[in-house]
């Protein structure tokens, strides 16, 4: 895809535009492409992306991917500044949704496709908050995913034979309630399943610093420093605080069996 760096009304002119943040890339999202792609788009399409500073559902990079596999191949990043954006607008149309539609003149042919009014980042959020992620997952339309860098951490994993990858993660960007999850990651070509631990860790510390950490089922390798992508399927437990490392051993290894039992469906 070709980054806009600057975007004018001379350039927009005759051209046909898309708005949104995209953020959370959920059904609604793809609808809203889908019809742009069918009824509106021409050779000076642009989609202006409205870049979110918090609540982040999606990372720019899965963003971009999104759009560019619908064939998008023009995009602005804006700075979510409606000023900004009425003072550039000059377009054939617009196609954008209803949260975006004060930001923009109502002299241009200005197309707000129906969509689903119970799909918003907010009801998104509040599911991912109350813990519920087979509800936000659904909203979605797919596997809610979280990306971050491994970094270094305490290492206990690894002494009772269970390492982890830890994830150094934007704290700007919306984590699931505390607990155990069963996920999926990509590492080099091959799918890994594991068992994903969001919260502190009371057993070891009593650090109320909430950690991103995945047991990676039959994987062994170094992925300290590789940016990593995981796709959370389903809430297993809550957190708990365990006598010992041995103790927290045997329930990471009942885990492992609930995680592997209904992931198969989900791998060849």
């Keep these: 895809m070709i980054e806009l ?3 004018s009304k001379k350039l927009l002119r005759n051209s046909s535009i898309i708005i949104n943040s995209f953020n959370g890339i959920n ?28 609540n982040l559902l999606s990372t720019k990079n899965q963003i971009l991917e999104f759009l560019d596999s619908y064939g998008i191949e023009k995009y602005f990043n804006l700075n979510n500044t409606a000023c900004e954006l009425e ?15 004060s930001y923009i ?35 979605l339309d797919r596997k809610y995913s979280v990306t971050g860098t491994v970094i270094h951490g305490k ?7 269970m390492p982890t990858a830890n994830l150094e993660i934007n ?17 080099d070509g091959k799918t890994y399943i594991g068992v994903t631990n969001i919260g502190n860790r009371p057993t070891v510390d009593n650090n109320t610093t909430i950690t991103f950490e995945t047991h990676y089922i039959d994987f062994e390798g170094d992925l300290y420093g590789r940016e990593m992508e ?39």
């Excluded at 290492?155 to 034979?161: E, I, S, W």
């Excluded at 957190?239 to 051993?249: E, P, Q, R, S, Y």
């Design 171 to 187: 704290p700007n960007f919306v984590l699931p309630a505390n607990g155990v999850y069963a996920s999926l990651s990509k590492i």
């Design 5 to 7: 760096k600057n975007i």
């Design 105 to 139: 003149d109502k002299k241009f042919e200005l197309i707000i496709p129906e969509f689903n009014p119970e799909l918003t980042d907010k009801k998104i959020m509040s599911h991912l908050k109350k813990g519920e992620l087979i509800k936000a997952n659904i909203l």
């Design 230 to 268: 995981v796709f959370l399927y389903l809430p297993i437990r809550k957190i708990k605080k365990f006598n010992t490392l041995m103790d927290v051993k045997k329930q990471v290894n009942k885990d492992i069996i609930i995680t592997k039992k209904y992931m198969r469906k989900f791998i060849s």
């Design 87 to 101: 003072s550039i607008l000059d377009a054939s149309y617009i196609v954008t949704s209803k949260e975006f539609y």
């Design 155 to 161: 290492q206990l994993g690894r002494t009772v034979g």
């Design 27 to 54: 059904s609604e999202h793809r609808k809203m492409i889908s019809f742009f792609n069918k009824n509106i788009k021409n050779e000076s399409s642009i989609a202006i992306v409205v870049e979110e500073k918090k």
